[in-house]
T-cell receptor, first 116, second 112 residues
Framework: GAVVSQHPSRVICKSGTSVKIECRSL??????MFWYRQFPKQSLMLMAT?????????EQGVEKDKFLINHASLTLSTLTVTSAHPEDSSFYIC????????????FGSGTRLTVV | DAKTTQPPSMDCAEGRAANLPCNHS???????VYWYRQIHSQGPQYIIH???NNETNEMASLIITEDRKSSTLILPHATLRDTAVYYC?????????????FGKGTKLSVIP
């Protein structure tokens, strides 16, 4: 079945630095990928929709200048958390849809970001 | 997208069937019912989806009522590894890309 690889699985960074998270569709092409954020004991919250070759669409309340999304190819989307602060510590998850596939969206395994 | 309502938690004895209900009374004609689950600290895993007919795969069965206002996910023989948060989502996946909006889900605990 469809596989989405997300890297890194865990990252610790200092306040003020930037962190890049990669999301790859391994065996299919994904024109659209989604980025979610999940705080402890809460559900997944959609942050943005990443469209190959065009600008991402951000959900209300998500700062586009802080969470930079680049979807440069049909198999790769990246999320960069710029000038990270401790309140950005969270579980970040990407997902991709294989159009015509039978299994809906496939999710990455998530990235645990801790900002110290 | 239509909103869903699920019980916050359920217990199930190991080896027994787990029946997870979901209400989606405002579902529209072109919206599918999707079920995903999330095991602690992992990304969500697709389970099954359907439009109006009952569906079955190697993981589970999905029973959708005739009026489509509710559905039940059935795990026929629950194991300890089925302990997870189960999300019922309705979304229009008829053409092109579509969004998945997650509610709070049901935390299923499978008990030995």
């Amino acid at each position: 079945g469809a596989v989405v690889s997300q890297h890194p699985s865990r990252v610790i960074c200092k306040s003020g630095t930037s962190v890049k998270i990669e999301c790859r569709s391994l065996d299919f092409q994904a024109t659209t990928m989604f980025w979610y954020r999940q705080f402890p004991k809460q559900s997944l919250m959609l942050m943005a929709t990443s469209n190959e070759g065009s600008k991402a669409t951000y959900e209300q309340g998500v700062e586009k200048d802080k969470f930079l999304i680049n979807h440069a190819s049909l198999t790769l989307s990246t999320l960069t958390v710029t000038s990270a602060h401790p309140e950005d510590s969270s579980f970040y998850i990407c997902s991709a849809l294989e159009l015509g596939g039978a299994s809906g969206y496939t999710f990455g395994s998530g990235t645990r970001l801790t900002v110290v | 997208d239509a909103k869903t309502t699920q019980p916050p938690s359920m217990d199930c004895a190991e080896g027994r069937a787990a029946n997870l209900p979901c209400n989606h009374s405002t579902i529209s004609g072109n919206e599918y019912v999707y079920w995903y689950r999330q095991i602690h600290s992992q990304g969500p895993q697709y389970i099954i989806h359907g439009l109006k007919n009952n569906e079955t795969n190697e993981m589970a069965s999905l029973i959708i009522t005739e009026d489509r206002k509710s559905s039940t996910l059935i795990l026929p023989h629950a194991t300890l590894r089925d302990t997870a948060v189960y999300y019922c989502i309705v979304s229009n996946s008829g053409a092109g890309s579509y969004q998945l909006t997650f509610g709070k889900g049901t935390k299923l605990s499978v008990i030995p």
